[in-house]
């Protein structure tokens, strides 16, 4: 592991609460933050106006930019602007995309950025990476991790459901991800990182056996927590290792074959439930499943509107998505054939 990666700096803070955004201003008054109040704030389009509303009167020298989307060009784009006018700081404010697009800008500009998360979607918001969209697909691209994270409670209950539960999902498929890196351990002797993987068990581990959800700010808590703590192992890792295995593979090809067939988290939940079912490891992948469930997140391909061909074809392609490493995929060598069947043997044993 890189010894860059122990040297990186935690965030200066985490907060996890209501009324997180009204309250930016106190944050950025944090001299550790910015000294001379020269901040830029990027906001997505969909709640850009009330977002404004709420920032604009704590910080009276801090200009607001719209961020389009979540792609390359708007990324680069808000780079621009952030080097024109000499930031201390920039602070994302929204969802994935808009953070994502913010930390690319904010690597391209030179400059810290404040991560404040509206939506639990994934673990991007802490990650040292930014998924962006580019005329060739998708793209994961290396970023500096945020300096502050907030994340606002009240935006959390009133975005949409299924994102919200969809961070279930990528939490969950740590589990997963960390079996892989050890697969690849003692197979290949790749060197793995004992803190990372406590750091992303750990995550999964605080959120599998609840028997709350999303409706109590307790289990809203613990998850945003559990995205942090996820990021930061891959911080750690120096790669998206201990986050990221066979179960993302699946995902980046679903993304790649059928692009729009659903979210990041939800598609990482079904990843790690059949990386776990092809390990045959029947405890575990119980568990995974009663977990999804409980969250009504998808199970198996049709849920998500695949048949079982089309999501042997991704499993298939799994293993080109991230060449030289090492999962459950590339360790069975599946055929198309053995595939096909292990899907089918998937869909009997969980479709219901």
Known sequence: MPLLARMLPAPLTMQVRRGAVAELGALLADSRVATSGRVAVAVGRGQGDHIESLITPQLDEAEVFRVADGSVDAAVSLGADLRKGAYEVVVG????????????????????????ATNLSHDGICSPTASLVYEGGKGTFGVPMPLAILVDLDFVHNAPESLVRAGVGDVV????????WQLGNVERGEPIDGLACSMARTAAEALIGRGDSVESDAFLTVLAESLILSGMSMVI?????????????ILHAVDQLFPGTSNHGELAGIGAAFCFFLREDEARVTQVVDCLRRHKLPVVPADIGLTGQQFAEAVALAPATRPGRYTILEHLRMQDSEIHDRVGDYV?????
């Open 237 to 249: 890792a120096g790669s998206s290792r201990p986050a990221s295995g066979g179960d993302h593979e």
């Open 348 to 352: 009997r044993a969980f479709g219901s």
């Open 93 to 116: 404010v929204g969802g994935g995309k808009t953070i994502d697009a913010t930390k690319y800008a904010a690597s391209l500009a030179g400059i810290p950025m404040v991560a404040v």
């Open 173 to 180: 498929s740590n589990l997963s991800a960390i079996e892989d």
